[in-house]
């Protein structure tokens, strides 16, 4: 029987990427969660390379009852969930006043309620554990504007989510946070970039300097940054952290 298993969704790429190839250092096993399954192996040959025992569970967890179906895979296979690291979910950033109800409602699936749905479904398994959880906000949570209105309420509400996740755990010993990234590189930020900056009339080196420090702020994060503060939370030293919401933007936000 293994000892450690972490369930983390959005693992074919960016940051859920990142965080499955640093959490193998400190799990047995990483059950890989996404939609594209070809980038899932890739994720999956990554992690083996470590040491990690992997499972790929290529499904929509939007749809319901996707979330129970992972569970169920992974305790038939393993017997316990010891974190999950709820990263799935890309809103599209478009002007309030041009979102379809549509956009507002794939975004709203995928990213608050998938991560509601997992938390619900592992919640059993990461009692018996004295697990951990972690969902993944963003820092337009603390600063909506018209142009990403959608992100910015939907990260929100997960970071109440996440709270609300916490409070029930005090009494099942379950640790739940969230974290609130600033801009990150990822390849879904790169493509940005590569429409951004011609639109914009420059290079997309030029672009990646020029965008941050039109954000205040000296560089784009790394997937891998992000990772490390996810591995930590996930961690026996950030036990007695719970219901917090941690930033990690490059100071981007400057309110107290």
Same mark, same amino acid.
């Given at each position: 029987?293994?000892?450690?298993?972490?369930?983390?969704?959005?693992?074919?790429?960016?940051? @859920?990427?990142?965080?499955?190839?640093?959490?193998?250092?400190?799990?047995?096993? #990483?059950?890989?969660?996404? +939609?594209?399954?070809?980038?899932?192996?890739?994720?999956?040959?990554?992690?083996?390379?470590?040491?990690?025992?992997?499972?790929?569970?290529?499904?929509?967890?939007?749809?319901?009852?996707?979330?129970?179906?992972?569970?169920?895979?992974?305790?038939?296979?393993?017997?316990?969930?010891?974190?999950?690291?709820?990263?799935? @979910?890309?809103?599209?950033?478009?002007?309030?006043?041009?979102?379809?109800?549509?956009?507002?409602?794939?975004?709203?699936?995928?990213?608050?309620?998938?991560? +509601? +749905?997992?938390? #619900?479904?592992?919640?059993?398994?990461?009692?018996?554990?004295?697990?951990?959880?972690?969902?993944? %906000?963003?820092? %337009?949570?603390?600063?909506?504007?018209?142009?990403?209105?959608?992100?910015?309420?939907?990260?929100?509400?997960?970071?109440? #989510?996440?709270? *609300?996740? *916490?409070?029930?755990?005090?009494?099942?010993?379950?640790?739940?946070?969230?974290?609130?990234?600033?801009?990150?590189?990822?390849?879904?930020?790169? %493509?940005?970039?590569?429409?951004?900056?011609?639109?914009?009339?420059?290079?997309?080196?030029?672009?990646?300097?020029?965008?941050?420090?039109? *954000?205040?702020?000296?560089?784009?994060?790394?997937?891998e940054e992000i990772a490390n503060l996810l591995a930590f939370l996930v961690?026996?030293?950030?036990?007695?952290?719970?219901?917090? *919401?941690? +930033?990690?933007?490059?100071?981007?936000?400057k309110s107290v």
């Open positions: 029987m293994v000892k450690s298993v972490a369930i983390v969704t959005g693992a074919s790429q960016g940051i @859920g990427r990142a965080t499955a190839i640093r959490l193998a250092k400190d799990f047995e096993v #990483l059950v890989l969660v996404a +939609r594209n399954r070809e980038n899932l192996k890739d994720t999956s040959r990554l992690v083996q390379a470590i040491g990690a025992q992997t499972l790929v569970v290529d499904v929509d967890i939007s749809t319901p009852g996707m979330p129970e179906v992972v569970v169920e895979q992974v305790l038939a296979r393993f017997g316990r969930i010891d974190a999950l690291l709820n990263i799935a @979910g890309a809103v599209p950033q478009i002007d309030l006043f041009e979102m379809t109800d549509e956009q507002w409602s794939s975004g709203t699936e995928l990213k608050l309620h998938g991560a +509601r +749905r997992m938390t #619900l479904a592992a919640w059993p398994a990461l009692k018996a554990s004295k697990g951990s959880v972690v969902l993944m %906000s963003g820092n %337009s949570a603390d600063v909506p504007k018209a142009g990403y209105a959608a992100v910015a309420t939907i990260n929100a509400a997960i970071v109440a #989510l996440a709270k *609300a996740f *916490a409070d029930r755990g005090i009494q099942d010993d379950v640790q739940v946070n969230s974290v609130l990234p600033g801009p990150v590189m990822t390849g879904r930020r790169r %493509s940005f970039l590569e429409k951004w900056a011609p639109a914009n009339g420059m290079s997309v080196d030029e672009a990646t300097i020029k965008f941050p420090q039109n *954000a205040g702020i000296s560089r784009f994060g790394e997937p961690s026996p030293p950030a036990r007695w952290m719970t219901g917090s *919401a941690l +930033r990690m933007d490059g100071g981007e936000v």
